[in-house]
């Protein structure tokens, strides 16, 4: 923590340390709509702008050091400026709540013999996972920086073989390409006609191998036409965002008018039906959450038998689940079209953060 600025890197790994710090967010009640996990909410932002603490004032905050935090970092200054006029530790949380975007922790789990490490997104979300046998691993659907995985990779002396996509990403810009090039491995994603680079294409079936362990393809189309679910030995399924825990993703996001998105809706009333068709231990472990991550190191998985005994949805016959969901489209993601041709074009900018401000909203729940 420097004097006055805490950067993201440095809040992501006191939180991950289990450290005491105390997130202050000063937002207007409307500009939240993600938060970081534990932080405690003050209405403070119009009275900051006036240049006084206004409800801050009458906060009791616990000793030791304290994180203020807003969109962009420029309200939050003046509350920490404030508030260590009155002897408070406090500092600011660079470039807000838009720079967290890109904070991640991680969880790891072990299925079927494989050691698997959910790196999770928590400033948006996204959960992609690294899986490994015999110290060979493969990356699902990488949504942070390439040097993260290639870290983690490193520190557990495993070595990268290949980097797969479930889907074409509508709500963050994917980093599987970048990864695979940048360590010379091969890109997996589904066999599809909107990615405009070389890769190798994945079919329902297809098998990937690493280590004495295999993804198999399972295509889930609904959410997308090329969505695919990787099963591993039919004890865990990451199904990108075709199932989430309580909700399904979402079937509107290539467009089209009521009735073809009626048709993606009764697509993945069949991909999820045949999903469920798992062993009832089986995993579920999705592409997104639509909470912000915990720093607790648990991983974020449900299993098939819970999904099937208790989530409504989920037993609707087709034509009431496609009404269902038709009737709960939520808003699109921010600029999810500008992300989708970055996707589709593989290109990631310099700084992707603003772009990708914002909750993901690929679930229906
Ligand atoms: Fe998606």
Redesign the pocket.
Known sequence: MTAERTSVSELQELLAAGRHVTVVDVRSPADIDWAIPGSIHVDAYDALKAGNLGPLAQLNLPPGPVVTVCGMGNTAAIATDLLRARGVQASTLEGGMRAWSLAWNTAELTVADCEVVQVRRTGKGCLSYIIASQAEAVVIDASVDPDVYVRLITERNWRLVGVVDT?I???HLSRSKLLAEREGVDFWLPAQRRTRFPFQAINDGDRIPFGVAELVALLSPG??AESTTYLLANAAAFT??TRFFTSV?RPD?EGGDRDEVATHARLLHESIRRLLELPAEALILP?HVADPIRFDGRPLATRVGTIRDSVPLTSLEQDAFVEAVLARIPPNPPNHAQIIELNERGELPDDPSELEAGANR?AIA
């Open positions: 889907h990403h509508a709500d959410h997308t990108g965002d993703g996001l592409g690929c």
